[in-house]
């Protein structure tokens, strides 16, 4: 049975142009997809990656979600362990501070290649898991007899 890995890009749109960092994370996000592609292909895991828009009034009311990297529905960095902070961008963003990701001390305002990558292996190791792995349980259901089974 083949999985999918799903990963999915948000950024602003204002009149078809975007941020400099966000046009930058999609070239590095179009780098990661083939890279993980490729390391993925012996394993029975597809990846799929969805572009999706935010509308200025969007981008306005939450500015962090442009330029948010979800993999599996989880936030890029939660799958790192880093997290968001932001700082100004450029014209298309207007006065609101944009995205950034801080992972090990290390601040980025385009997201690089290398981490999409990593926090995709972490998310595949996690989709090749069988359901019941790691459970104390039979078959992994649980009992009134063991507190910390799978349920």
Do not use: H
């Amino acid at each position: 049975m083949t999985r999918t890995l799903n990963i999915v890009w948000r950024r602003v749109l204002d009149g078809g142009a975007t941020c400099p960092r966000c046009s930058g994370t999609e070239r590095e996000l179009e780098k990661a997809a083939s890279a993980l592609t490729a390391a993925l292909e012996p394993l029975p895991i597809s990846v799929v990656v969805e572009k999706r828009e935010i509308s200025r009034d969007a981008f306005e009311k939450d500015p962090l979600r442009s330029n948010e990297i979800l993999i599996e529905r989880r936030p890029l960095e939660e799958w790192l362990g880093a997290r968001t902070g932001q700082s100004p961008c450029c014209d298309v963003c207007g006065p609101l501070e944009c995205r950034t990701l801080e992972v090990a001390g290390e601040t980025y305002e385009t997201i690089p290649a290398e981490l999409i990558v990593r926090a995709g292996m972490i998310a595949a190791l996690e989709l090749s898991r069988p359901a019941n792995e790691g459970c104390c349980c039979p078959g992994g259901t649980s009992s009134a007899q063991a507190d910390s089974c799978c349920g």
